[in-house]
């Protein structure tokens, strides 16, 4: 039997993609209950541009990371990068979670 090697910086990669969208979903829920942004940048590209700034800039770093990535990191270091944002967003997103439950 031949076994398929996993590929897992693709995997981390395709987990930014995911905890960056649920970050994005929890974000405007949280927003919509009146809680309120707390994120210097994230107030304000919400003041300036709204929600649909929030969706480019984070599609924009997910983009300039992957190519900054791609360059610049060699061997095992191309999982730091899909890693830290993994962990960043997967934060927020706990974070936004838990003050959705608390307020409701």
Same mark, same amino acid.
């Given at each position: 039997? /031949? &076994?398929? &090697?996993?590929?897992y910086e693709?995997? +981390?990669w395709?987990?930014?993609?995911? *905890? #960056? $969208?649920l970050d994005? $979903?929890?974000?405007y829920?949280? !927003?919509?209950? @009146?809680?309120?942004?707390e994120n #210097?940048? @994230?107030?304000?590209l919400?003041?300036?541009? @709204?929600?649909? @700034?929030?969706?480019? =800039?984070?599609?924009s770093? $997910? +983009?300039?990371?992957y190519? !900054?990535?791609?360059? +610049?990191? *060699?061997? &095992?270091?191309?999982? *730091?990068?899909?890693f830290? !944002?993994?962990?960043?967003?997967? +934060? =927020? ?5 838990? /003050?959705?439950?608390k307020?409701y």
């Open positions: 039997m /031949f &076994r398929k &090697r996993i590929d693709n995997v +981390l395709m987990s930014v993609i995911i *905890f #960056a $969208i994005l $979903i929890s974000t829920v949280g !927003l919509s209950m @009146g809680l309120v942004e #210097a940048v @994230g107030v304000y919400l003041e300036t541009t @709204g929600f649909t @700034g929030m969706v480019i =800039a984070k599609t770093i $997910i +983009l300039f990371c190519k !900054l990535s791609e360059k +610049l990191m *060699f061997g &095992r270091w191309n999982y *730091f990068t899909p830290v !944002l993994f962990f960043v967003w997967f +934060l =927020a997103t706990t974070n936004n979670m838990f /003050f959705i439950v307020v």
